[in-house]
């Protein structure tokens, strides 16, 4: 089936009101495991599901241009919620489902939210802790009423299934008046608010419309070829811009089914069940697959471990190859095939790879190494590019033309340059309208007409667009070597002993970086070697611990230039949370608050101490405060140096 | 229905394990059962759900007299047990392990069991829907196919809980069900305990070490001491009686009454 040109002109649910009514229930829409049973929901019912909570909204008082939040994870009532405001007229906020209070109301407060679809008795409660900030918010909808019970005398609250009821009278008491608000809809009306990643700032709401959306699904749908009935698994935040865009506005125009698991927990699982046709993650989720696999193999016979890593060679050879666009010569086919058999087929079949065709990775570069991985093992994973301003991806590779290091070509009718300062600039339909209530900084994102993006990059003749890096995080040392701090973290973060990694360096004499092990792999590492540990601070503070991690970084250090190279390294004895700022919600690290927050560690990196006395204070879940001192040892990398021996015991190793 | 315990004695040879016990669950009722190691809480749990026969006194429950019946038929009742030492199939999954506590609900014989057609293979699929509600109760989700032996020691505790709500109890006899867990983990069984009584109207006896939780969780308290009871009551009228805070408690209760 081809593409219609004229859904360009539509509203997502005006799309939607077609799908119900070309495909009626024969195909399904949404798919969720309740009471471990995939229960489908067909485009009509959809279409009727999202009618009746429009008009529910409406019944409570919904005013056109009024805005609806959604506080939940991946559930069909997500789905219903966003399509039926959005049809009778209203704009929908996404807020992470693992926001604390004080960011949830600082969400609502930003958005001028009036009514908030809450999942469960959890977000119910979050809310409660903040209801004098929030006073704006008229009701709370919850989905669960589970242990809810003794709150129903809280004329604030209402639960889904009143609000369908509600809903369901409405639209029956005024017959055609959901078509006609929602055939009001107008393409450049605002759709949706997705949050900025917030990085550098406070997150920001970002106004996006409806021709933004779909326009991005559209383009995205016409380059790759997605199909009615593909199926997708939605189990990253839907308040997440690629998550809205894959599984929200592809999803409608490709006409895909949106698949939702039973919990967060099982999405692994839930992902084999579905076995999806395509895949759109993070460059974290795709690390922890490499991670994950590598682990099990570590675990494995000697014999399995060696037939791994030679069908891994075999791979690499095959797609360094492919992606160099060589012809691969027949022994090395010949292996590959063997290999696709013994091998490739089953790591898939374990991830739930065995249906996927297109595999997308955004939001931040990926390592190369990681690419490479999951190229030799089969997988035609690509790297897409785009931001929430932007409305989703607007860059991506195509089938054939896959470079570790570009983020592809725009698709149709987007234009990318590259302004004097060397910022990527774009322009086109998906782009945003800026931010909500924040002129000054809408002001500053838009240059003449042209998205800044804030990252550094370039084009190739051949239209490939590679970014560097943040432009403001593109870093000069004080001996005025220019560096890319994320791209030593990703390297870092390859080793499956790392779960996170600071790199600092800017303005400072030479390059330093904190590390995170990881407390999974380092713990299974310390118990194979009868090494006790007790908590994670005790684990990182392990002498063998830091020769482990040591080596690691003389590792990466191979592959950098030697003025990159990380000359100190300590470790964190706590790891980086999002509840405790240090991470955005997305999973990037903030850098300067990282430095602010561990200042003694930070200085250390630089004043050659070989160790340094912190006290680590943690807060329990009840509220109460521990603080334990401990002495973290700063670990001078061998080989970092021009005259320094690779192979050297470092000059901190004397504990 | 309610449970109804009237002097109760229990002796291994010369050691009187419990003493002319008394204790009243009406329909609903979270009551508690505290008192230092070796006070005769198990013991007394034991009573109850027919592993020890008592050798005087009279248990009743509803319209039942049920002193000395066999553990099967108590369960039939409808009182449900979660041991202190998780007692699972370490070897069978979660499922399974839940579908074995509905035993009792599945009404057909060995015969159509061999079979598998007609009253066996519809009792199945109800017994799956059901024990499909519990998995959801008790947030199990990620575990359902995993061989307990292969489960953390917390989730073990959660599955044992499980097994016992799978019965489709009227009471449930919670043999410390947060021995060694962690702050987190025992919120959650809390959460999971006042749901079954409130959701569920599950009256529930429960023993605990944790004094706040059972301060927090109880309608009424009973303290056992060397087989005895030394005082029942509200939790605040418990906390504060002299005897008990005398007998064993010392300072810890102090600060919490």
Redesign the interface.
Known sequence: MSLDPALLGLTLPQILARRAREWGDGRAALREKDLGIWRETGWARFEQLARWTGMGFRALGLAPGEKVAVLADNIPEWFYTELGVQAVGGIVVGVYASSVPREIAYGLAATDAVYVVAEDQEQVDKLLEVRAEIPGVRRVVFEDPRGLAGYRSDPWLLGFEELLELGRREDEGQPGAFERLRDAGRPDDVALFCFSSGTTDLPKPVMLTHRNLVTMGYRFTETEGFRPGDDYLSFLPLAWMGEQMMAVATGLVAGFTVNCPEALETAEHDRREIGPHLMFSPPRVWESYARHIRVKVDDSTPLKRGFFRLGLAVGHRVADRRLRGEAVPWPLRLLELFFRVTLYRLVQDRLGFLRLRKAYTAGAALGPDVFRFFHALGINLKQGYGQTESGGIFCFHRDGDIRFDTVGVPYAGTEVRISGEGEVLVRGASVGKGYYRREDATAALFDDGWLRTGDAGYLEPDGHLVIIDRLADVMRTGAGVVFSPQFIENKLKFSHFVREAVVFGDGLPFIAALVNIDPETVGKWAEDRKLTYTTYADLSQKAPVGRLLLEEVERVNAGLKPEHRIRRVALLYKLLDADDEELTRTGKVRRKLVAERYEPLFRALYDGSPEVPVKARYQYQDGRVAEVELNVTIWTVGGATAEGEGNGLPAAARR | MQLRVEDLSLAFGGVRALDRVHLAVDPGEIVSVIGPNGAGKTSFVNCISGFYRPHEGRIRFGDHDITRWPPHRIAALGIGRAFQNVELFGGLTVLENLTLGRHRHLGYGLLSALAYYGPARRGEARA??DV??V???M?L??Y?HRPVATLPYGVRKRVELARALALEPSLLLLDEPMAGMA??EK?DIA?FIL?AN??RGIGIVLIEHDLQAVMDLSHRVYVLNFGQVIAAGRPQEVASNPAVVEAYLGREMETLA
Do not use: K, L, S
């Open positions: 799956r829907r499909e509600a998995i959801d109760f947030e989700e990620p359902r702050v987190e919120e959460r749901e409130a959701e």
